[in-house]
């Protein structure tokens, strides 16, 4: 789902390798820094985002409350592992604030930066839709919101993924304009028509491209994710058979023209609604890591696997987890081919964000500590990109005084 970044060096991988074992406490290994908390922002701030450049660039995107039902979308940029002061994207009480369906940014070939939120369109528990708007000039300004869909009615859209494509950008979303209404009297989701999964494309001057269709059926509110290969672009999300099966599927093409669907691994998840954990991706030319949750056979389970022929077909998948999952994966290729996967863990009952290497073949290194975390829904979606000799990780941090917060593991070797 991350543009490549520079080759990493070797010494990363002992960030993995060698840091901690599943009990251990946070730290790092020698000629790695682990930092403190480097962007803290303030309580009731959440759903974080993170987008890496290829020049090692990093955008964060967040929420934060205002006064009465107003909230901010705000932006910050690293640049030489420094954050900008906060710019504001838009200001509004009609944003749709979800601990699973958050704001994401993207930046073009040309430098122009597009946003994406969801903003509610009618009184019920379910009615919106996704807004664009891009900047020029480094988030200074913005243009006027466009909706990224051409379905306008009240009903669910959302749970975006975008990357930066010929010259712009492309995204996929879940888009419920043929259900046929947006939540049932209880705040649930509609019974009626079936959720899809569509694609557009982005120019720098808000211009949208043909609105293609992907996949008719799929899970009602499990994240999307899109990313760049050599040879165009694949898209996964989770799957809805007519017999509530919802394992991971995945589509490649560009344009106008795509592949059918097509599964990452037939696990058989059978389950009667939306388990709000949907796949990650990452991809360097023909290669493609993925990652994902599942409670296939009533455990809880999180797993990865590998491409080397840009998304056609994925070789077997390891289970990464500790034994008690929460799921809300990220996953970041390495160089070297392996990946580096976070998710969150609570095992022990002790809620936590962590990291490991997976390889190609299916072994893993121990699992690095980022931060301790809750297992409630307000904790929300941790995120992570690589630029260089870096990883960089937000989250939201529990707690009445909690908010976002932004830490990253540095090489000093």
């Not at 705000?74 to 420094?82: D, N, P, V």
């Not at 939120?117 to 200074?140: N, T």
């Not at 939540?183 to 899809?196: V, Y």
Request: net charge negative.
């Amino acid at each position: 789902m991350r543009p490549t970044s520079p080759i990493v060096p070797s010494v990363f991988l002992a960030l993995i390798a060698s840091g901690c074992t599943p009990a251990a406490e946070e730290g790092a290994p020698p000629g790695v820094e682990l930092g403190e908390v480097e962007l803290e922002r303030p309580p009731g701030s959440g759903e974080p985002d993170l987008h890496a450049t290829p020049d090692g660039v990093v955008l964060l995107t967040w929420l934060e409350p205002l006064a009465g039902e107003r909230w901010a979308l705000r932006l910050a940029i690293r640049e030489s592992g420094a954050w900008s002061e906060p710019r504001t994207v838009r200001e509004s009480e009609r944003f749709f604030v979800n601990w699973a369906d958050f704001p994401s940014s993207v930046r073009m070939e040309d430098g122009t930066i597009a946003v994406h939120w969801l903003e509610k369109v009618a009184d019920a528990p379910y009615a919106y839709h996704v807004m664009l708007s891009v900047s020029a000039d480094r988030g200074s300004t913005w243009s006027e919101p466009i909706r990224a869909h051409r379905d306008d009615s009240p009903t669910e859209h959302g749970f975006v993924s975008m990357v930066p494509w010929r010259g712009g950008a492309a995204l996929v979303w879940l888009d419920g304009g043929a259900m046929q209404e947006s939540g049932t009297a209880d705040g649930g989701h509609s019974s009626g028509g079936a959720m899809s999964v569509r694609f557009t494309t982005l120019l720098p001057d808000a211009t949208l491209g043909a609105e293609v269709l992907l996949d008719g059926r799929t899970c009602e509110c499990c994240g999307t994710a899109l990313a760049a290969t050599g040879d165009g672009l694949v898209a996964a999300y989770r799957d809805r058979s007519e017999t509530e099966i919802r394992d991971i599927a995945v589509v490649r093409g560009g344009g106008e023209t795509w592949t059918e669907p097509a599964l990452v691994a037939a696990q058989g998840w059978e389950i009667p609604g939306c388990p709000v954990n949907g796949p990650q991706l990452s991809a360097s030319g023909a290669d493609v890591a993925a990652a994902w949750y599942t409670g296939a056979g009533g455990e809880p389970q999180v797993y990865v696997a590998f491409s080397t022929d840009g998304g056609a077909s994925f070789g077997a998948a390891s289970r990464v987890d500790e034994g008690a999952p929460l799921g809300r994966v990220d996953i970041e290729r390495l160089d070297d081919g392996s990946a580096i996967v976070t998710w969150l863990e609570a095992a022990g009952g002790d809620p936590r964000i962590l990291a490991r290497r997976v390889r190609t073949d299916g072994s893993l290194d121990a699992p690095l500590l980022v931060a301790r975390t809750s297992g409630e829904r307000a904790s929300g979606f941790p995120r992570m990109v690589r630029v260089g000799g870096e990883v960089v990780f937000a989250w939201t941090s529990p707690g009445d005084a909690g908010g976002v917060r932004v830490r990253s593991a540095r090489l000093t070797d």
